[in-house]
């Protein structure tokens, strides 16, 4: 069984686009996190939820939006897509502070 | 300033030698944890092995162990008897416990190389 799944695996939308990349973790965390890795394959954190509030919400655009409908999904929604959002989307969880666990990435593509 | 800095952006190794990859970090709590992590080529992020400052021996899992000199503020992975499947990018990471935000403070990655 899949620990930490996002959908999608893979993302090809043109600028100017709505989407949605959604996280799924059947761990028991109770701490979920979005990081963006980038082409030098540098990980950024952007978002984290702690049994669903926001704790973690550093220096991103506000086209970018989280959302923790449950402890075991934190889905992210990105507005007007823009050519510089195209990177590597990972989700991870955690029991608190321990060890993250990540998902498989969705590799977003703007054109 | 760097917290986690990973000196080595490229590494080649025959297979079957040991490699050691360099994580130095700066902090100034007394109690924080260090993490590796592994990317292959397929993307995804494989966690590897994890030290607390407060843990008196060295972690070791399977054919990773971990460096760890306080004093020194490095904490080096050692992959013994390397395998073509470690070719990977390697991430080091470091969390400060009085950081209450839960953040993990990541290092650049080495990419790491096993030649046949």
């Known amino acids: 069984d899949t620990a930490v799944s996002q959908t999608p695996k893979y993302l090809v939308t043109q600028m100017g686009n709505d989407k949605s990349i959604k996280c799924e973790q059947n761990?028991?965390?109770?701490?979920m996190y979005w990081y963006k890795q980038d082409s030098k394959k540098f990980l950024k954190i952007m978002f984290s939820?702690?049994?669903?509030?926001?704790?973690i919400n550093e220096t991103v655009p506000n086209r970018f939006s989280p959302k923790s409908p449950d402890k075991a999904h934190l889905n992210l929604h990105i507005n007007s897509l823009e050519l510089g959002d195209s990177a590597v989307y990972f989700c991870a969880s955690s029991w608190s502070t321990d060890t993250q666990y990540f998902g498989p990435g969705t590799r977003l593509t703007v054109l | 300033a760097q917290k986690i800095t990973q000196t080595q952006p490229g590494m080649f190794v025959q297979e079957k030698e040991a490699v050691t990859l360099d994580c130095t970090y700066d902090?100034?709590?007394?109690?924080?944890?260090l993490f590796w992590y592994k990317q292959p080529s397929s993307g995804e992020m494989i966690f590897l092995i994890y030290?607390?400052?407060?843990d008196e021996q060295n972690a070791t899992e399977g054919r990773y162990s971990l460096n760890f000199q306080k004093a020194r503020k490095s904490a080096n992975l050692v992959i013994s008897a390397s395998q073509l499947g470690d070719s990977a990018m390697y991430f080091c990471a470091m969390r400060e416990w009085g950081d209450s935000n839960y953040q993990l403070i990541w290092g650049a990655g080495t990419k790491l190389i096993i030649k046949p």
């Open positions: 761990l028991g965390h109770d701490t």
């Open positions: 939820y702690n049994n669903k509030e926001l704790i």
């Open positions: 030290q607390g400052s407060y």
């Open positions: 902090t100034s709590d007394q109690s924080y944890g």
